[in-house]
């Protein structure tokens, strides 16, 4: 069932987010990072294609579970965020999934970066009014410290993304977040800490974009204040 784009579901997210005793991390060893969890309307069905040639994609890649293709298709439906698909030609998380976002330049703030990124990488001009709040700071693997901007697109909105950065650019279903199987938590030997996986199309989300979107959907949908800072990333996300 999806979750309508209204004038109630802005103001329970925003509520959720003032009231919430956010974690802030400091650590002069990272470099300080924002992203936009930008929050759109959508239509059923109308993401039945995905626009990339996926089997490119999934060369050698080892798929977690049987039937997972990578393909992000019927995920939207109502209120949305939107999701990119990383360039395969980037230096660094190549073909990834990602919210828009990128490092600070010298003396932004996390809601102008948040912001100068979504114009730059997804085509969107959107001002600092429509920004309902901030999720808790996600350290990374790579050497970031991660500031989620969960901000209201106002309607669906139309991404023209960068393509030396972006190549498609995709409405996801804030339903889809509320999947029975979703969200997912494996081991691995290389850390104490459980690896999260989000559920959606016919893919899996990793932290630490995983771990914003579980946030998103604790905090901002359910009113819950539970930590994700410690959730790990798989070790391909490391580097």
């Known amino acids: 069932m999806t979750i309508t784009y209204d004038e109630a579901l802005r103001a329970q997210i925003r509520a959720n987010l003032s009231g919430h005793d956010r974690r802030a991390l400091t650590d ?122 969960v901000i209201w697109g106002g309607g669906r909105l139309e991404p023209r993304p960068a393509p030396d950065e972006v190549v498609a650019v995709y409405r996801v279903g804030l339903h889809q977040l509320l999947r029975d199987d979703s969200p997912r938590f494996i081991s691995i030997p290389e850390s104490p800490r459980p690896v999260v996986q989000i559920p959606l199309g016919h893919d899996l989300i990793h932290a630490p974009t995983g771990a914003v979107l579980l946030q998103l959907r604790w905090l901002g949908l359910e009113g819950r204040p539970d930590p994700v800072d410690q959730l790990e990333q798989p070790v391909f996300a490391w580097k």
């Open 28 to 149: 002069p060893t990272k470099r300080h990072a924002a992203v936009a969890v930008v929050l759109v309307d959508s239509e059923v069905g109308e993401d039945r294609v995905d626009p990339v040639d996926v089997d490119d994609w999934n060369g050698g890649r080892e798929m977690a579970l049987a039937g997972l293709d990578g393909r992000m298709v019927n995920v939207s439906g109502g209120a949305a965020f939107l999701l990119c698909r990383r360039a395969s030609r980037l230096s660094s998380h190549a073909a990834q999934w990602a919210l828009p976002g990128g490092r600070l330049d010298r003396g932004e703030t996390v809601v102008d970066a948040a912001l100068r990124e979504l114009h730059e990488e997804v085509g969107v001009d959107l001002p600092g009014s429509t920004v309902l709040g901030l999720l808790d700071d996600y350290p990374t693997r790579s050497g970031y410290v991660i500031t989620p901007v």
